[in-house]
C-alpha cells in the first residue's frame, strides 16, 4: 500500500531518469514561482492581503514562535495520517480551504482542484464565489467528499436557494464564512483598480440561480450583464446578520454546519449555542482586518471554549510541520488556501495534485521523525515556545 511519505521516493526514482518534480517542493516557494505564470493583477489578488498586510505576516510568524520537539525510539513504521471529522474519515487532516475566482488563476479552475483532491479523498471546499457552478464543480468532483461554503447574501430566497442546489449537488457540510461580509481594504487591488467579479469572474452562481435570475428579469446575457452585475455587488454580503440569524440557517440544512472566521472565545461558545457543528479559526489569510491576532495564536482559547464543537483551523499553514503545530494546539484539522492556489496556477490539476501530495509527505516525514504516528499522538507535549 502506498503511503504519503512513498511520494519522496518517487520523485527521486524519477530523477534516475534525468525526470524532475516539475513545481518547487518547498510549498514556501510556490508564490514565488506563481508570480512568473500570473498577470500582476491576478498574482496580486491573491496573495495579497489586507492593508498593510501585517496579519498575513503574523500568521506566518506565529507558526515559528513554535517549536516541535522530536522524540526517538518509539516505533513509528506503521502511521495513520486519517482524522475523523463528521462521522467520516478524511485520509489526512487537511482540507482544500474555500477560495473563490479559480477562473483567474487557471481555466480549468475549481474542476481542476476538485478533481485533483477527490483523487487523494481529500475534501474541497467549494466557495459561493466559484468561477463555476457548483452543480458542475460537483461532476468534477464525482465521488469525492465536497462541502459547501456560504457566503450569506442579503436576499433570504437566494441563500435558500443556494444552500438547496448545494444539498441536491452532494455538498456535505457547510461552511458560513462571516468574516467578509465585504471585502477589506485591500491597496494591491486597489492600486490596479482590480475586481475579479466586475469582469464577471467569481458570480457563476449567482448567474445560474433561479432567484437571482429572477431579480434580474430572467436569464444573463450580454444585455442584462451590467445590471446583474450591480445586483451581485447589491447582493453579496449582509452587513446587518446577528447571532439571531442562525436559526434561519440551521432550519435550512440538515448536515454539519461550521462558522469560518471565528478568532474569538466568545463567539464560539456562541456558535455552539446556536447549534453549529463546528467552527474554522481563521482570520481569511490576513485578507481582512489588517492588524488582526494571528489566526493561530487565537487557536488555543478558541479549543478550550468549543465544548462539543468540531474545531478546524487555517491561515498561514505552508508546510507539514505547520500542520502539526495547528493540530498540537487543538485543532481537529486544517484547511489550506493560497499553496494549492499557485499549483493551481502552474500546472492546472497536475499542480493542485503536486502541492497536496508534497504537503502530505512532508507531514507524514516530519510526524515520524519526530516520533508520531498520526494526528492522535498530537498535544500540547509536541511543542514548545521558541
Ligand atoms: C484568492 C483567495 C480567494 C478566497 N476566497 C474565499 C472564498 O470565496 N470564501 C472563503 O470563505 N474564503 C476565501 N478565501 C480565504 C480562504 O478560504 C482561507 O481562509 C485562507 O486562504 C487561508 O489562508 P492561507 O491562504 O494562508 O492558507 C480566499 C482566499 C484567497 C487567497
Ligand atoms: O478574496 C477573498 O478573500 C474572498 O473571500 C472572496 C470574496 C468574494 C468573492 C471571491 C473571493
Redesign the pocket.
Known sequence: MSTPADFQNEIYLAGLGDVLPGFPTDLTKLEDAARDVLSARAFG??AGSAGSERTARF?REAFDRWRIVPRLLRDVSVRDLSVEVFGRRMPAPVLL?????QGILHADGERATARAAAELGLTSVL???SSTALEDVAEAAGTGPRWY?L?WPKSRELAASFLARAEAAGYEALVV?LD?FTLAWRPRDLDGAYLPFLRAVGVQNYFSDPVFQEMVGGPVTDANRDAALLTWVAQFGNPALTWDDLAWLRERWNGPILL?GVQHADDARRAADAGMDGVVV?N??G?QVDGAVASLDALPAVVSAADGLTVLF????RTGSDVIKALALGARAV?????F?YGLALGGETGVRHVLRSLLADLDLTLALAGLTGPADLGPDTLVRA
Open positions: 489578488y491573491v500568521n480551504a474555500p477560495l473563490g475566482v466557495s459561493t464565489a461554503q457566503y464564512t467578509t469560518k481563521s481569511h489569510g485578507r487555517d491561515s498561514g499553514i484547511l489550506v488556501g493560497r499553496p492556489a
